[in-house]
């Protein structure tokens, strides 16, 4: 596998169920991100993890949880979604230098996810 | 307000033809990076080209270059002889500041379809 991936690639889920959405990035990077893309809006960030450490939480509703294990992986759990939620998820990763340089952010496929 | 703007919501072209696509920026922090990203209708958001704010010369990546105008705040995309594949949805974003894991925030997008 090259690049960043992402799992399922689409998802149909009810409101009352739970899932999660996986991204794995093979380029060494040391941050990741999950951006949100609805239709006819701009592509929104959600959540930023440096280093593991989550620091950037863009008013996400609690519904979405995000989880960083460790560099390499990053997954957003969700519970109790509503139809408004359906949209397409994609995870982004970049290297941040030790100087705190960031570099470009490389995307994955994204996941296509709709709730009924 | 809105920090990148793109004004053009869909363009065609015939192919082999250059295309320029608009993008104007609004920041006033003095560092900052800013992007082109192409998405198929595969959902993959894909690198083009990126222009650091203090970058003397426009950036150039083989048929992909970025009109930098600084004073203008413009990063207008100039993609030359145009192909078939070319047909996506193109996005500029902007990264303001430039250390540590940095926020995209993205334009609307231009639809570009490029006839034969």
């Known amino acids: 596998e090259t690049g960043v991936t992402q799992t399922p690639r689409h998802l149909v889920m009810g409101m009352t169920n739970k899932k999660s959405l996986k991204c794995e990035q093979h380029?060494?990077?040391?941050?990741m991100y999950w951006y949100k893309q609805s239709a006819k809006k701009p592509l929104e960030l959600m959540f930023v993890?440096?280093?593991?450490?989550?620091?950037e939480n863009n008013s996400v509703p609690s519904r979405f949880s995000p989880e960083c294990p460790n560099s390499s992986h990053l997954f957003l759990h969700l519970h109790t979604l509503q139809p408004e939620d359906s949209a397409l998820y994609l995870c982004?990763?970049?290297?941040?230098?030790?100087?705190?340089?960031?570099?470009?952010?490389?995307f994955g496929p994204g996941t296509r996810l709709t709730v009924l | 307000a809105q920090k990148i703007t793109q004004t053009q919501p869909g363009m065609f072209v015939q192919e082999k033809e250059a295309v320029t696509l608009d993008c104007t920026y609004d920041t006033s922090d003095p560092s900052y990076g800013l992007f082109w990203y192409k998405q198929p209708s595969s959902g993959e958001m894909i690198f083009l080209i990126y222009?650091?704010?203090?970058?003397?010369q426009n950036a150039t990546e083989g048929r992909y270059s970025l009109n930098f105008q600084k004073a203008r705040k413009s990063a207008n995309l100039v993609i030359s002889a145009s192909q078939l594949g070319d047909s996506a949805m193109y996005f500029c974003a902007m990264r303001e500041g430039l250390q540590g894991a940095q926020k995209l925030v993205f334009g609307q997008g231009t639809r570009l379809t490029i006839n034969p």
């Open positions: 993890y440096n280093f593991k450490e989550q620091t």
């Open positions: 380029l060494g990077h040391n941050a």
């Open positions: 982004a990763s970049s290297q941040v230098s030790t100087s705190g340089v960031t570099d470009t952010q490389y």
């Open positions: 222009q650091g704010s203090y970058d003397q």
